[in-house]
């Protein structure tokens, strides 16, 4: 007679046995699938979905200098110091200074366009020359009419580094250029990154620009440094760079087919080239084979002792880098979600409190309707600076939409920041933009909300915007709290 403990053992060898088979046909079937269509399963899969995932760790690692630059051009300190006549320059070497340290940049500057001075975490490195062609992309700087330009130079401060600078334009408040604000980012640094994706991907990774020069690129390469220079690159060079994307395929001086996924990355205005030889997929799939084998292996032991999987997934986040609201000059949604993401972990990791001001300026459409949208706009900015003004450095002012916008209050409690929402209550009130011959004003209401941690943004706004509704039907020009 079977026991029940023989029954058991039948059973389990019986399910791995199944297993063994189910997982070996499922390998073979994709390995031979995959080998017989490896050309399209490359050119428009693979390549494809490594450019997303690099494009999507590049808005991370890359596009980090240009969020601060743009942050430090709009910065009020910066503007408000500049326009005050540059009076003690300690104050403005201390927040280059705590930008490079928060940040972990290798540098950060602020070039005034009156006295040309090169401020610098260390002091003034020196004046600009319009002479010196190491000052030309100052100069250039000027007459962009982009609001930014990223180029690779020696540093100023240390003509022995070669780095990755994000320049900023930076504008005073009747929008004439005063200067210019940057970071730079370690070209070693850059180079290890690029060399990290090359290992992980298994691809060849570097950047060209515009007119096909190659900008960026890792260790090893020893290509032609321009594309129309490449074998077999030459009658392809004008579709790569004329087209957001493309997916092709050439054959290099070896002979060798290559495919190659293009992107443009707009806010570098370069292109992220990735690409890979025909054997190599070849070679990556029968790898790819005894690797299934092995995690199949792995996995039917898994299955016999805990009986379920975790499967990962790719999160992608495509950010267009536009930072800021283009009438009021605040973050918009995207730049405000990214910094309150670091906002959260920080306030995590110290364990204190922050919170969130919902402001809505009341009867805003009436305005428009008496004065038009040319005075609701000049009262609009002027609302703005008034609460710039009484706001902190380290305080994020969002424009949500339309007339209402988002205030982040890091190390604040709920009870300061129901205190600070009245003050700005009360300054708005009394506040007056002159349009024409009359007088303007508003007034807000407000809603407050403390962060709970590991909330998500959505959550702690729905708070915020109910309470700021509880403001809206007690009769407006009030704070209530969530």
Known sequence: MATPVSDSRKRLVALAAMLAVGFMVTTLVSYFVARDSLERHIADEMLPLTSDNIYSEIQRDLLRPFLISSLMASDTFVRDWALGGEEDSARIQHYLREIQQRYGTITAFFISDRTLNYYHPSGIVKTMDPEDPADAWYFSLRKLANDYDINIDRDTADRSRLAVFTNYRVLDYEGRFIGSTGVGLSVHSVIALIDNYQHRYGRRIYFVDRQGEVMLHGRGFNLPKTLRDRPGLESLVTQILTTPSSSLIYRDSAGDEVFL??????????????????????????????????????????????????????????????????????????????????????????????????????HFKSINDQFGHQGGDSLLKGVVGLLKEQIRDSDVLCRWGGEEFMLLLEDCSLENALQRAEQLRASVKAFRVRYGREDIGVTISVGVAEYRPRETLEALVNRADRALYSAKRAGRDCVRSA
């Open 261 to 362: 996924n293009s992107r443009l990355v707009p806010e570098f205005g370069w292109y992220l080239m990735v690409e890979q030889h025909r054997d190599q997929g070849k070679e990556r799939i029968a790898v790819t084979l005894v690797i299934n084998v092995l995690i199949s292996l792995g996995i039917m032991t898994a299955v016999l002792l805990v009986a379920h999987f975790t499967q990962r997934g790719y999160q992608r986040r495509l950010v267009e880098m536009a930072t800021t609201d283009k009438l009021t000059g605040t973050l918009n949604r995207q730049a405000f979600e990214s910094l309150f993401e670091h906002a959260a972990r920080a306030t995590i990791r110290r364990d204190s409190t922050m919170s969130l001001l919902a402001i809505d300026l009341d």
